[in-house]
């Protein structure tokens, strides 16, 4: 089965960047769409972007300035650049891909201190 490998978190401060990244590995069928969601204290799990296998992204209102959503479809990787990052972005950050199945990363810590 596709098995996504995440890596990249880690322990920032208020208005740092973080750069997430996803490594598909196994069979990878046609995909139809990647996305990042992450899950804060307390708090269900959230969408934060998607992205489209014709290159059509989405994001939530919290991430929409500050977050992008990209791939480089070789190394099947999928990133997730955060900038300005503030203490309520603290959250497990999984990658998700949709494509005859769908599948989710393993999960990976951000933190973000004020």
């Known amino acids: 089965q596709v098995q996504l490998v995440q890596s990249g978190g880690g322990l920032v401060q208020s208005g740092g960047s973080l750069r997430l990244s996803c490594t598909a590995s196994?069979?990878?069928?046609?995909?139809?769409?990647m996305a990042w969601y992450r899950q804060r204290p307390g708090k269900q799990r959230e969408l934060v972007a998607a992205?489209?296998?014709?290159?059509?992204?989405n994001y939530a209102g919290a991430a929409k300035g500050r977050f992008t959503i990209s791939r480089d479809s070789a190394k099947k990787t999928g990133y997730l650049q955060m900038n300005s990052l503030k203490p309520e972005d603290t959250a497990v950050y999984y990658c998700?891909?949709?494509?005859?199945?769908?599948?989710w990363g393993q999960g990976t810590q951000v933190t973000v201190s004020s």
């Open positions: 998700y891909l949709r494509g005859f199945g769908q599948y």
């Open positions: 196994g069979s990878v069928s046609t995909i139809y769409a």
């Open positions: 992205l489209t296998r014709t290159g059509r992204t």
